[in-house]
Each structure stands twice: as C-alpha cells, then as structure tokens.
C-alpha cells in the first residue's frame, strides 16, 4: 500500500469536510445541475455531478490564491489548477462514502465542527454585508477627515560632505551663485541622493532626524541652511518647497475604512450573543503571572482577642471544614 503523503492527508480531510457541505449544498439547490448563484458556469462533471465555477473560485479563496471579489478566469492556468483539487475533493469525498467513513463518530464531529464553521462564516458576511456599505465607510472617512491633522510638507535637496571645511567650502561656491543641484552630484557623499541632485522629495519634518527638523523647521523656500552635521558628515540643505500635506483619498482609506468596520461588525455581535448565551468556562483558574501582588491575608475576625506574645503554646485547633466548591465564573468576552 502506497504511504500516504502530508498533503495527501490534508486533502482526505478536506474532502470529508466537503461531504456534508456538498449533500447541503444539493438540497439547496433543488438539483445538482441548477447553477447555484445567477450567472453560474458549470465547468467540470465528475461522475455525472457539475463542478461549478463558483465551487472552484470558493476554493481558490480558501486557499487565500485569490482574494474577497477578486475575479478568476476560467481560461486561466490558476482556474484549472484549482479546478483539479475541487475534482479531486469531490472524488475522495465519494470514496469516503462508499467506505461508511461518514458514518465514524471522528469524522462526524469534524463535520459537524466544518458545518459550523461554514453557518457562523454566513451570519458574520450577512451582518458585514448589511452594515458595511458604501454610506457607512464614506461617513466615517468623512469623521476621520475633521479629525485628522494637516501637516506641512517640505521639499528639500542636500549635499552631505565629510568634513565641516568641506562643507564651508561648498556653502561658498553656493554663494557665489553655483548651482546646487551641480554640486550635489559632484561633490555630495550621500549615495542615496546625490545623483538626483540631493533631491530629498516631499517629506514632514517628524520623520527626519532631528538635525533635519531644527535646520529646516523655520526656512523660507530658497533657502540654503547649514552646514548641519547628521550622521556621516555635515549637510547643506535647501529648501525648494513647501506645502500642506495633501489628505489621504478614499479609495486609498477604503481597505482600512472597511476591516475596521468589519471588525466592529464582528465584535458587536459576538458581544450581544455572547450577553445573551450562558457560557461556562471548566479550565482551573490560571494562576497569577510571576510578581503579580497577592491579595492580603483576611483580617481576623471582629471581637478576637490576640494571642499574647509570651504565652504558652495552645494545643493544635481542629481544622477548619473546607471551603464548598463553586462553578467557575461565566468567561468574558473576547477582545
């Protein structure tokens, strides 16, 4: 008997994961050759039984190859490559049956655990898909857009030398009318700018280093500052532009906008269900994290006279009954 490799292994699993879905899916459809969403191609038969183009593109999802929306070409290489691992899903699927491995307690708790799964995925996309739309992420870009703060942008050219007389010589042939540009490709030691003129771009003060922020935190664009030492020389900077910070589009906020929407979605109905469920939690209590404080010892009780320090020893007290045991506490939720 051949050994049955990792990923042959996987894809038994998966195939009796498929199983439940698969009989599921036919009653939904009323008929295993009705196209299960409008506009369906059927795209492979495995033993009579169409594979559809929308099975093969859930696959493919899955497999995280392809993302939420994204298209997939059935004339593609990606499609067909998919479309074998559904046909073969489908053909172990069958051979799981014909064994009676369905019907092994293992098994029909993994697909009880993968139908699961597959309805909590449904209610999670059919609540997302109601709030998420498009007037909920243009009003909060439009919240976050008062909120947000505009900053200033600078742009800048350098020309970084190795000594401080170095640069005093260059910040004379400046003066003297040469050409900034000219002498950062001749002269600077910066690789990453020289042969760009030194140019630095657009850029906010806060990100450079701080030699960059005091020097041109206050200069009027023409302007040459420094020299200004910054790490691996001196610096002479000018300033060619200045400007606000253009604000953030929305579709380039879109992605964002949207996971956290979802995420709010999520964690709201996990709150309400988890609030209205009875959830017991049997793990012992975890013990505190090293140096955690304990908590002070019970003080005695009211009226107790104390000991006095120079008495004699009293004989052993009868131990004290044991503390009744008790459910643990309701879990919280998660956060």
């Known amino acids: 008997m051949p050994a049955v490799t990792p990923k042959r292994t996987w894809?038994?699993?998966?195939?009796?994961?498929?199983?439940?879905?698969?009989?599921?899916?036919?009653?939904?459809?009323?008929?295993?050759?009705?196209?299960?969403?409008?506009g369906d191609k059927a795209v492979a038969k495995v033993d009579g039984k169409t594979v559809w183009a929308s099975d093969v593109k859930r696959e493919a999802i899955a497999q995280a190859l392809i993302g939420e929306g994204e298209p997939l070409d059935t004339s593609s290489d990606l499609f067909r490559k998919v479309m074998d691992e559904v046909v073969d899903q489908k053909l172990l699927a069958a051979e799981a049956v014909k064994r009676k491995l369905d019907r092994d307690p293992e098994v029909q708790r993994r697909l009880d655990a993968a139908r699961e799964r597959v309805l909590g995925d449904a209610v999670v996309q059919s609540v997302v898909s109601g709030a998420v739309n498009e007037t909920a992420v243009r009003g909060l870009y439009a919240e976050q857009q008062k909120l947000a703060k505009v900053s200033e942008e600078i742009r800048a050219r350098q020309i970084v030398l190795a000594t401080l007389t170095d640069a005093d010589a260059v910040k004379k042939l400046l003066a003297s009318g040469a050409s900034f540009e000219a002498l950062a490709m001749e002269r600077s030691i910066d690789a990453a700018t020289r042969f760009n003129g030194g140019d630095l771009g657009y850029f906010t003060t806060d990100v450079m280093p701080q030699a960059y922020d005091e020097a041109l935190r206050t200069a009027k664009v023409g302007d040459v500052v420094g020299p200004v030492q910054v790490d691996g020389g001196w610096a002479l900077m000018k300033v060619e532009d200045r400007r606000l910070e253009a604000p953030i589009t929305l579709d380039a906020a879109r992605p964002q906008i949207v996971r956290f929407l979802t995420y709010d979605q999520i964690r709201d109905l996990l709150e309400k269900l988890r609030g209205r469920a009875k959830i017991q939690s049997l793990l012992p209590a975890q013990p505190p994290a090293p140096g955690q404080p304990k908590e002070p010892a019970s003080a005695p009780p009211p009226g107790a006279a104390a000991a006095p320090a120079a008495a004699a020893p009293a004989a052993p007290a009868a131990p004290a009954p044991a503390p009744k045991s008790s459910e643990p506490a309701p879990s919280g939720l998660r956060q």
Do not use: F
């Open 11 to 38: 894809a038994l699993g998966a195939a009796l994961a498929a199983i439940c879905l698969a009989l599921a899916a036919c009653g939904e459809r009323g008929g295993p050759d009705r196209a299960p969403v409008a």
